[in-house]
């Protein structure tokens, strides 16, 4: 990755803490799914395991990052990407970005990103982003995770909201209330009016300090935690054409979502991010009624 010739904003200590937990996450995540995928019994397990590949990518303005996506028995897609990226906002995306003035459009950001397309329509597909960014007037955390089963199950839904509804409540940013709400306004399919799954939780502009880190160190680690459970808990079960069918409808919406409202997909197209990177959440295949 190349350096930025420019000052960069924000603490050099907590980039580069930010940066390492996102890829150590990152790692231990792959880890945990290549698991699951050698582990499996139930359809496909006649296939070979998947395996993750990674692909680096280099930004010229400034850093640059690392895809890794795995097509397998399990997951029929699933990319968790990290990446560092620094440079000057355009003029017209400073007004977007908070800190930004448009005599100072520096920034630097590092994230960890996470999209699943399932084989089983009867295994929900999740999103996980977490990421630190430092503008010329502010630094902040943000991130969340979200669950979108094509078919709701209510023990799913239940226990995925109360996994990060216990790691809000063990630190004093993490206010669940607000982010539960937040993720329900944000992961919603305005122009059709539905919620784009069932929910979990999303924050933004929480100011960088230790507190603030570590509670997002915890989402991550909460994630890898519940989410493997849900999928180890329906992947055996056999699932119908027509179920198979839903499913691809269910992904066109989640598709509509990440090209038209997702904010991470703005922000990497915004920055000259890597395309395949920042398009990596479209699933494999999707139908429109």
Known sequence: ??????????????????SAWFEELRTSICDVFEAIE???????????????????????EGGG???AVMKGRVFEKVGVNVSVVSGEFSEKFRAEMQGATQDDGRFWASG?????????????????????IATA???WF??????????????????????????????????????????????FIKHRNVARGVGGIFYDYIDADDASFAFTRDVGRTF?????ALVRRHIAKP?????????????????EFNLVYDRGTRFGLMTDGNTDAILMSLPPEAKWP
């Not at 990755?1 to 930010?18: K, V």
């Not at 582990?39 to 990518?57: A, K, L, N, Q, V």
């Not at 979200?146 to 809000?168: G, I, K, M, R």
């Not at 890898?224 to 493997?228: C, D, K, L, Q, V």
């Open 1 to 18: 990755m190349n350096d930025s010739t420019i000052e960069l904003p924000g603490d050099p200590a907590r980039r580069a803490g930010a």
């Open 38 to 60: 050698d582990e499996h019994t139930g359809p496909f397990s006649d296939r070979p395991p998947g395996r993750f590949e990674r692909t680096s990518w280099e930004r010229p």
């Open 65 to 67: 990052g690392v895809m």
């Open 112 to 132: 960890v990103s996470l999209v699943a397309h399932m084989h089983s329509p009867l295994v929900p597909a999740v999103h996980m982003n977490t990421r630190h």
């Open 137 to 139: 007037g502010k630094t």
């Open 142 to 187: 943000g991130g969340g995770a979200d669950l979108n089963p094509p078919y709701p199950v209510e023990q799913d839904t239940a226990d995925f909201h109360s996994a990060f509804q216990a790691a809000c409540e063990r630190h004093a940013c993490g206010d669940y209330p607000r982010f539960k709400e937040w993720a329900d306004d944000y992961f």
């Open 224 to 228: 890898r935690e519940i989410y493997p």
């Open 239 to 255: 699932w119908s054409d027509e179920e198979r069918e839903q499913q691809l409808i269910y992904r066109g919406r989640y598709a």
